[in-house]
């Protein structure tokens, strides 16, 4: 009999919202250090990580998703960040739960016209209850992501400036 074929997830306690995202989209998970905010950040943007001197921007996917209205916690160090494979954008999340091995035939195809730029595309049961698969890809619309990378060429900016003033 040949093997079943599977895929891995990494799941989410998003505002006590399951959520799953492929493990081959996530390159690490981090516990919650301090952001460096902008006085100009809002809304779903929590800030820039500092990440070996890249500006990362933190998107805090409660807010993003409408599961929550109220900013994260910054001093939360329960909470995690999800680093995407291309270590280019973080999410905040409440935990990172589990890596979890699903069989392909559990997967079922989400209604992408039902979520917001079609950005849960599958889902499956979990315990009591479906767990719905996200698309990084498809989780900003293009024109939040023209702003996102804006706001964090200026956080960039702004990094390099300090890292130069503190050179010897």
């Known amino acids: 009999m040949p093997p079943t074929a599977t895929t891995a997830f990494l799941i989410l306690d998003v505002a006590g919202t399951a959520c799953a995202l492929a493990r081959t989209c996530v390159s690490e998970v981090l ?4 952001l460096h905010r902008q006085s100009a950040t809002a809304g779903m943007l929590a800030g820039f990580l ?6 990362v921007p933190v998107i805090d996917l409660a807010r993003l998703l409408g599961l929550s209205e109220a900013a994260a916690d910054p001093d939360d160090v329960d909470r995690h960040l999800v680093l995407d494979a291309a270590r280019s954008t973080a999410f905040l999340v409440d935990r990172a739960e589990a890596l979890l091995v699903v069989p392909d035939s559990e997967i079922q195809p989400a209604d992408e016209t039902r979520s917001l730029n079609g950005c849960v595309i599958a889902g499956f049961e979990r315990g009591h209850g479906r767990v719905d698969v996200l698309s990084l890809a498809r989780l ?4 939040e992501r023209v702003r996102l990378d804006a706001l964090t060429r200026a956080a960039a900016e ?7 003033a503190t050179s010897p």
């Open 140 to 143: 900003l619309t293009r024109e």
């Open 158 to 164: 702004r990094l390099s400036g300090l890292d130069a």
């Open 31 to 34: 516990p919650l250090p301090r």
């Open 50 to 55: 500092n990440l070996g001197g890249a500006a």
